[in-house]
Structure formats: C-alpha cells, structure tokens
C-alpha cells in the first residue's frame, strides 16, 4: 500500500497538468464534440479535483461518495445537452490520461513497484466504473424529468388551447 500511495502522491502532485492535458484530448476528440457546450473551465476544474485528490477518493471514499458526485456531473451533463455516449466518452479518456501518466512516470524496475502500479490501476478501474455507472443514471433521471416536464408543459398548453376555443 505504501508503494500505491507513492503513486497516487505523483498523480496529486502533477494534477494541474493532468488536467490541463485531459482538456485538450477532451476538446480534439471527436468522440467529445458537444463538449464544447462545457465551460472548459468547469470541465478542467472537476477533473483538477478528482487528480489532486484522488489518494482520498481511491482510498478512502466508498462507491455511495462516487455515485454521488458522478450522478450530479451526469446530470449537469444532461442539462448542458451533451450526449450519454459523449459524457462516457470523456470518463473513459479521463481514466485513460491517468493511466498514461501513471505508465510513463512510475519506476517499474523493481517486483514492489509493479505490484504497487498495478493496485494502483486496479484501484483506478474501480473507481471509473463505479463513476461511468453513476454518470449514466444522473444522465438517465435527468433526461427522464426533462421529458415529463415537457410533457407536463405540453398538456397545460393544450388545456389552455382548448379551454380559448
């Protein structure tokens, strides 16, 4: 576990440029187009804090604390009218940065250090079902109360119509 931590340490101390570099494959990938109705300073900002946080959201945060803040962005995604597929999209690239990251910078000479790199992704793996999982169900109850509200609307404004005739 120590050799983890060392890990999730380097993720946290490298987290602004993790962001800013998630930001970028998020806005040239074609798979994230309507990203672009993302305030990007909003995008890099939640992804900031799940890097320079992620000792505690790997380590110490269950899957209710997960699917709480995944079911708030999927939601937020769905009032912002970017796609499910585009809001899993990005999830996935967010994990695939950190992946990325965590081959390249870790020292993987030693048994120890291989062993601490791959609890660290099986960690992340968790992590990011657990959040795709959460995001789609936000998305889901939110695109959900959207439709019976305009349903709701659509029904007011037919009784009106009827009731002008």
């Excluded at 967010?94 to 990251?101: D, P, Q, S, V």
Aim: proline share 4%.
């Amino acid at each position: 576990m120590i050799i983890t931590y060392r890990f999730v340490r380097l993720v946290e101390d490298h987290s602004d440029a993790l962001a800013s570099s998630l930001l970028r494959k998020v806005q040239s990938s074609p798979g994230c187009a309507d990203f672009d109705k993302v305030p990007p300073q909003e995008l890099e900002h939640r992804v900031y804090e799940i890097y320079r946080h992620l000792g505690e959201w790997l380590l110490h945060k269950n899957e209710s604390d997960v699917e709480q803040r995944y079911m708030e962005i999927g939601r937020r995604r769905a009032q912002q009218s970017v796609p499910l597929s585009q809001v899993i999209w990005a999830i996935i690239l967010t994990k695939r940065n950190l992946w990325e990251f965590i081959l390249d910078e870790a020292f993987p000479d030693r048994p120890v250090e291989i062993l601490g790199k791959q609890e660290l992704l099986q960690l992340l793996d968790q992590f990011f079902d657990w959040a795709m999982h959460a995001a789609a169900v936000g998305y889901e109850r939110s695109a959900e109360a959207n439709a019976k509200a305009d349903k709701n609307e659509m029904g007011l404004k037919r009784n009106t119509e009827v009731e002008a005739i």
